[in-house]
């Protein structure tokens, strides 16, 4: 056989695990991506948003309910202070309570 036919047929042979190896990582490919997809959703969920990515109202309510809750042990909730004891009352965290209303 001439070294030429040789060589082709270890190019054919190698272009042919090249291929199945192509398309393992093809089927590969897809089983992330649709795990991605769920792990997307479950973390929507977790985060509180609904099927359309819109916050839902009940998560809304309840974060508010809990800062209301620190405010009323004695801390700030606004950014500039947060979870620091208060001494009095506060603009900023008076004010994020009446915008939350």
């Known amino acids: ?16 695990e090249i291929e199945s190896d192509l398309q393992q990582l093809k089927k590969l490919a897809g089983c992330l991506e649709e795990e991605n997809s769920a792990l997307r959703e479950k973390l929507a969920m977790f985060a509180g948003y609904g099927p359309k990515g819109e916050l839902q109202e009940q998560v809304l309510e309840g974060a508010f309910e809990n800062l209301k809750k ?3 042990e004695g801390f700030h ?14 603009l900023f965290c008076t004010a994020f309570l009446e915008r939350g209303k």
Do not use: T, W
């Open 1 to 16: 056989m001439n070294p030429m036919s040789v060589l082709f047929r270890q190019l054919e042979a190698r272009i042919k």
């Open 70 to 72: 620190i405010y009323d």
């Open 77 to 90: 909730i606004c950014n500039v202070h947060f979870g620091q004891l208060r001494q009095e009352d506060c």
